[in-house]
């Protein structure tokens, strides 16, 4: 039987149980996932895995792994029902946003390309974070351009801003 599992955010798998068992950082409270199960669980509450943690009698087996409750009591799932993601996991660290550089170019140089620029930096963590690697990467690649087009337009403009502002005094 393959299990998967997710261990310092990263989803791990198919694998069997020998390999799922000498995973560094497993414990009772890994999620873990199977065939057969309708959502993620803890590695404490699946009975494949329960007894090498000897918590036979104070856990509910089988019973969802579910993530932080609201003030209201009510449990929001954790990961995502139906097994692992089919997603790929990243092959190194987040591209860059220029976000900051966005704003910077949309108040100081020029507002039009600087909001697209805002737009396309905005886009880039929720797509990482999401598994859309690839398009977490062209949109980092958009923002760049879109600073760099909107501090040119704002270098080419000042200029001319000047002149017109010293012409029509």
């Not at 039009?112 to 737009?119: D, F, L, M, Y």
């Amino acid at each position: 039987m393959a299990y998967w599992t997710i261990i310092n955010g990263v989803t791990t798998g198919p694998m069997s149980f020998e390999e799922l068992t000498r995973v560094a950082g497993f414990g009772p409270d890994t999620p873990v996932w199977r065939e057969g199960l309708p959502d993620w669980t803890t590695a404490g509450r699946l009975p494949d895995t329960a007894h090498l943690f000897n918590l036979h009698g104070s856990t509910p087996y089988g019973t969802p792994y579910y993530g932080r409750s609201d003030d209201q009591g009510s449990y929001q799932p954790a990961y995502a029902p139906g097994g692992p993601s089919p997603a790929p996991q990243p092959v190194g660290n987040m591209p860059p946003t220029y976000l900051a550089w966005a704003i910077i170019s949309t108040l100081c140089c020029c507002l039009p390309t600087g909001v697209v620029a805002i737009i396309y930096a905005s886009k880039v963590s929720p797509l990482w974070m999401r598994g859309d690697y690839a398009g977490a990467m062209a949109a980092s690649e958009k923002a760049g351009w879109w600073v760099i087009i909107s501090f040119v337009l704002g270098f080419i403009w000042a200029p001319f801003s000047m002149l017109w502002s010293l012409l029509t005094m």
